[in-house]
Structure formats: C-alpha cells, structure tokens
C-alpha cells in the first residue's frame, strides 16, 4: 500500500523555522517526483517546490525561493522541507505528493499521484 506521512508542521512566530517530513513507503523514491503542495484558508492548493528521487534535482516557485530547501534521505524513504524566514503568508496545510512531473518546474496537482493527509503551518505575525 502507498502512503505518505507529513510531519513537523506547527505555530511559529514570523522570522522562524520549520522542518516538514514527508515519509513514504510502497514505493521506491527513485521513480517518482516528490512535491510540496500548500493550501491556505480559502484558497486554491498550489505547489511550491519537488525534488526528484532519481537525482535529486529540486524547483521551487518564486514566492518561497531562496527560503525553503528540499532534501531527501534515499535510505530512509523520507523527504524533507526545510523553511526558514517564514512569513505569515506561508500560513497553511502544506501537503506531500509523489508523481511526475512532466517538465522542470511541473507542480501541477495532476502530475502527482500519491497525496499525504497534510500537515497545519501557522505562521503568526
């Protein structure tokens, strides 16, 4: 059975950090894209950043640049999310998923298949 765990989510004041896991099992990471996703009260979910599992190249969107890292522990199946300098912007569920993706910089909801049951960020000002 495929399944992705979040963890690490929580409140921190603006300026902080968080590290968000995302472990998987049922399936190898070499063959698939790992994406954050996040979602914000009342509005649509949008991804911010993968990683490949095959060569561990990573994307991510602008407005998170230079802020989040992405890493990935092969032996360990497990994903993580590094984010420093939070904002409150940043405030949302923020969502693991496996898949695909189609080009460099995909982080489309319909290239991954595989979705974690998400993780609350709260980022207070």
């Known amino acids: 059975e495929v399944q992705l765990v979040e963890s690490g989510g929580g409140l921190v004041q603006a300026g902080g950090s968080l590290r968000l896991s995302c472990a998987a099992s049922?399936?190898?990471?070499?063959?698939?894209?790992i994406g954050w996703f996040r979602q914000a009260p009342g509005k649509e979910r949008e991804g911010v950043s993968y990683?490949?599992?095959?060569?561990?190249?990573?994307y991510y969107v602008d407005s998170v640049k230079g802020r989040f890292t992405n890493s990935i522990d092969n032996a360990k199946n497990t994903v993580f999310l590094q984010m420093n300098s939070l904002k409150p912007e940043d405030t949302a569920v923020y969502y693991c998923?496996?898949?695909?993706?189609?080009?460099?910089?995909?982080?489309?909801?319909?290239?991954?298949?595989?979705w974690g049951q998400g993780t609350q960020v709260t980022v207070s000002s």
């Open positions: 990683i490949s599992g095959s060569d561990s190249t990573t």
């Open positions: 049922g399936f190898a990471f070499d063959d698939y894209d």
């Open positions: 998923a496996a898949g695909g993706a189609s080009y460099y910089g995909d982080v489309r909801d319909q290239s991954y298949i595989y």
